[in-house]
C-alpha cells in the first residue's frame, strides 16, 4: 500500500451524523454521547469518578470507531507513523495544550485497526495544536510518515 498522509476532521457535521447514527441503534436514549467536535480535556476526565471516566472513554471509543468505519480505514493496521492534532475550539477562551491530549480518539483508532497501537514503538511523534474558529470547531488529524506491517 502507497505511504500517503491521511488527513481526518472531526467537525460539528461529523457529530451530527454519528447522533442519528447512535440514536438509531439507541431509540432509548435521551442525550447525544458527544457534544463536540474535539476530545474532552483532562482536566474534566480526570476528576470524573471511575465508572463515569469509563464510560466517557466508551462513548468516545464507540464514536472513533464508527468514524473510522465510515472513512473506509477501518482495519488498515498502520504499524508506524506521526500524528499532529490540530483542535480548533468555538471559544477564544484560554485553552492549555496539555490538556489537549486524544486519549479516547487514539483508543478507538487502535480498538478500529486503525493502527496497530498507541505506544511509542507505532506512534512515534504526537503534535498538539490549538486554535479558535467560532464557525466551525474541530479537530483535524494529520497522520504522516505512515509505514505499514510487512508481511512476512
Same mark, same amino acid.
Given at each position: &500500500?502507497? #505511504?500517503? #498522509?491521511?488527513?481526518?476532521?472531526?467537525?460539528?457535521?461529523?457529530?451530527?451524523?454519528?447522533?442519528?447514527?447512535?440514536?438509531?441503534?439507541?431509540?432509548?436514549?435521551?442525550?447525544?454521547?458527544?457534544?463536540?467536535? @474535539?476530545?474532552?480535556?483532562?482536566? $474534566?476526565? %480526570?476528576? &470524573?469518578? $471511575?465508572? &463515569? %471516566? /469509563?464510560?466517557? !472513554?466508551?462513548?468516545? =471509543?464507540?464514536?472513533?470507531?464508527?468514524?473510522?468505519?465510515?472513512?473506509? @480505514?477501518? #482495519?488498515?493496521?498502520?504499524? =508506524?507513523?506521526? &500524528?499532529?492534532?490540530? *483542535?480548533?475550539?468555538?471559544? /477564544?477562551?484560554?485553552?492549555?495544550? +496539555? /490538556?489537549? *491530549?486524544? =486519549?479516547?480518539?487514539?483508543?478507538?483508532? *487502535?480498538?478500529?485497526?486503525?493502527?496497530? +497501537?498507541?505506544?511509542?514503538?507505532?506512534?512515534?511523534?504526537?503534535?498538539?495544536?490549538?486554535?479558535?474558529?467560532? =464557525? #466551525?470547531?474541530?479537530?483535524?488529524?494529520? *497522520? @504522516? /510518515?505512515?509505514? @505499514?506491517?510487512? !508481511?512476512?
Amino acid at each position: &500500500m502507497k #505511504n500517503k #498522509n491521511i488527513k481526518l476532521i472531526i467537525d460539528k457535521e461529523t457529530i451530527s451524523e454519528y447522533t442519528k447514527y447512535y440514536f438509531s441503534i439507541h431509540r432509548n436514549a435521551k442525550k447525544k454521547p458527544i457534544d463536540q467536535p @474535539y476530545h474532552p480535556s483532562i482536566n $474534566r476526565w %480526570m476528576i &470524573m469518578k $471511575r465508572p &463515569m %471516566m /469509563n464510560a466517557l !472513554k466508551q462513548k468516545w =471509543k464507540d464514536f472513533i470507531i464508527w468514524f473510522i468505519r465510515n472513512q473506509g @480505514y477501518s #482495519n488498515l493496521h498502520i504499524d =508506524k507513523c506521526e &500524528m499532529k492534532f490540530s *483542535v480548533y475550539y468555538s471559544t /477564544n477562551h484560554r485553552h492549555d495544550i +496539555d /490538556n489537549t *491530549v486524544p =486519549k479516547f480518539i487514539l483508543d478507538g483508532f *487502535v480498538e478500529s485497526g486503525f493502527i496497530i +497501537d498507541d505506544d511509542c514503538n507505532h506512534l512515534t511523534s504526537l503534535t498538539l495544536q490549538c486554535g479558535y474558529d467560532k =464557525k #466551525n470547531p474541530r479537530t483535524e488529524i494529520e *497522520v @504522516y /510518515n505512515i509505514k @505499514y506491517k510487512t !508481511k512476512g
